[in-house]
């Protein structure tokens, strides 16, 4: 296996995870949502699932955080480079690691909260 196709395989795999835990979020926000209660002409929801909801707002939320920093760092490095490189775009660079490793970071944490997120209401349900 080449370094490359790693590198796609991985592409593929947290684009895939992005997607389905962006769709897990809202999923798990209308499932809490149907526990709501009546009371009084007023609706309220069990405060354990509003911690669930909060996760999962917490989760989707960096999901957001994540693509706006990638499209604001690439922006920037890209309208760098560009100068630096006077606009050859056949020459090869390096980008730092530093924005790799913090969109990884914000990947990695919107996952997480959503799996504590699930948690939270699996346990309101047992």
Same mark, same amino acid.
């Given at each position: 296996?080449?370094?490359?196709?790693?590198?796609?395989?991985?592409?593929?795999?947290?684009?895939?995870?992005?997607?389905?835990?962006?769709?897990?979020?809202f999923?798990?926000?209308?499932?809490?949502? =149907?526990?709501?209660?009546?009371?009084?002409?007023?609706?309220? =929801?069990?405060?354990?699932?509003?911690?669930? +909801? $909060?996760?999962?707002?917490?989760?989707?939320?960096?999901?957001?955080?994540q693509?706006?920093?990638?499209?604001? +760092?690439?922006?920037?490095?890209?309208?760098?480079?560009?100068?630096?490189?006077?606009?050859?775009?056949? +020459?090869?660079?390096?980008?730092?690691?530093?924005f790799?490793? =913090?969109? $990884?970071? +914000?990947?990695?944490?919107?996952?997480i909260?959503? $799996?504590?997120?699930?948690?939270?209401?699996?346990?309101?349900?047992?």
């Amino acid at each position: 296996m080449k370094l490359q196709e790693c590198r796609k395989t991985f592409y593929e795999f947290s684009g895939k995870l992005s997607d389905n835990a962006r769709k897990l979020a809202f999923a798990g926000i209308a499932v809490a949502w =149907i526990f709501k209660q009546e009371k009084d002409g007023l609706y309220t =929801i069990p405060d354990t699932l509003k911690n669930a +909801i $909060l996760l999962f707002v917490i989760s989707l939320s960096l999901d957001l955080l994540q693509y706006i920093w990638q499209t604001f +760092i690439w922006e920037y490095f890209y309208m760098h480079k560009e100068r630096q490189l006077q606009y050859d775009e056949d +020459i090869d660079f390096l980008a730092p690691k530093a924005f790799k490793n =913090i969109a $990884l970071g +914000i990947f990695w944490c919107k996952v997480i909260v959503l $799996l504590i997120g699930y948690a939270v209401m699996i346990y309101f349900l047992l």
